[in-house]
């Protein structure tokens, strides 16, 4: 079980912090910060620079915390929140990804969600500090953090099709 959560930490994380990495640098495929910036501003939402360093931040912090173990039920609301954003911008072209879907950040949030609730195992931070067991309660403040910070800053900083004509 300890190496399941540790592999499942690892991926979901890394590939977080580095979804974050390219909304803000040239890393990664990135397209730097003005492309970033310039994604939500194709996406609808205002804030510009701002907003793209928000996302990229809180993706790079919570991926790094969730691939270490470390504060596991902060970093899974961090990525959650950040991933439900996500969601909403994809939703109406459905779930697969090969349409621009959503299938991606609703796995991310699964993952973060699962993390939440089963904890990050004994090869983790969290362990380390003698953090664990994480009650499990925190999944419910989790989601609820994550999903409610997330879609109150869509309803915030996006912009309704009708303002942006």
């Known amino acids: 079980m300890e190496l399941g959560l540790l592999i499942l930490r690892a991926v ?8 974050g990495v390219q909304k803000v640098s040239f890393h990664l495929g990135g397209k730097g910060l003005e492309g970033g910036t310039e994604e939500f501003r194709r996406d609808g939402f205002r804030g510009g620079v701002l907003t793209a360093l928000a996302a990229g931040a809180t993706q790079i912090g919570s991926g790094a915390l969730l691939t270490a173990g470390a504060l596991t039920p902060l970093a899974a ?40 609730s089963t904890g990050p195992g004994a090869w983790s931070v ?37 303002s942006r004509s």
């Open 126 to 162: 969290d362990a380390a500090l003698g953090l664990l067991p994480w009650p499990g309660w925190w999944l419910a403040v989790a989601v609820i953090l994550g999903v409610g910070g997330g879609l109150a800053a869509r309803a915030v900083l996006h912009r309704s099709a009708k």
């Open 77 to 116: 609301a961090g990525a959650i929140g950040t991933m439900t954003v996500a969601l909403t911008v994809k939703w109406p072209h459905g779930l697969w990804v090969q349409n621009d879907g959503y299938e991606y950040p609703f796995f991310l949030i699964v993952a973060a969600a699962v993390l939440s």
């Open 12 to 19: 979901a994380g890394l590939l977080l912090a580095a979804h």
